[in-house]
């Protein structure tokens, strides 16, 4: 019954993972009650061969803590880490440079389709999310959008924005790059991630 909570999107691969999957997402979306989805889950991770992999949202840390106690094991904290942004330079770094690797990848297959680049961040005070939305939009981004975390589902404040659509180059790549560095994290925030449409 472990988890795993460094990436985003379940790997659904056998019908017993499917069965995890559809218990967290009807949970998730209300359809099934903590009480109702909690023992489903139980059973459905016993009969999973794989441990699940999946982001550690409050909802699932909330049902899982509960998937726990019914296993008789003591359950995990449901609070968010609080040393969370404390490692958001270096793994911004490493997040930057898996964007120039793929976005170079994704403008040589067709140089002349124009993309749009959609980054977010993650920040722990709304005041730091403030801050990183008025930066995203004084930089040119688009769509800025803030969400708490309550709408989110998720322990911080959620920015998103959209730079222009545009024929990319390598250049140009870079400079988003280097603008992303530079962010004003302020050891409040994150890049969480980016994906180009």
Known sequence: ???????TGPPIGSPEEEECFRIILAYQEGRL???NAAPQLLTAMQANPRRLNIEASPS???LFAEVQKLAGVEPESIEPDPARHEDGE????RAVDALIKSAL?????DPDEPHSCRCHFAAATEATA????QWLTNHGHENVTVKSP???????WIVFGDTPTMRWTGKTV???ADLIRSAPLRGEASFAGWGMS
């Open 1 to 7: 019954m472990d988890t795993h909570d460094d990436v």
């Open 60 to 62: 699932f840390r909330r």
């Open 150 to 156: 309550q709408e989110a589902d998720a322990d911080d």
């Open 90 to 93: 270096p793994r911004m770094r």
């Open 130 to 133: 403030r801050l990183l939305a």
């Open 105 to 109: 990848s994704t403008i040589e297959r």
């Open 174 to 176: 870079e400079q988003l």
């Open 33 to 35: 009650t903590l009480e």
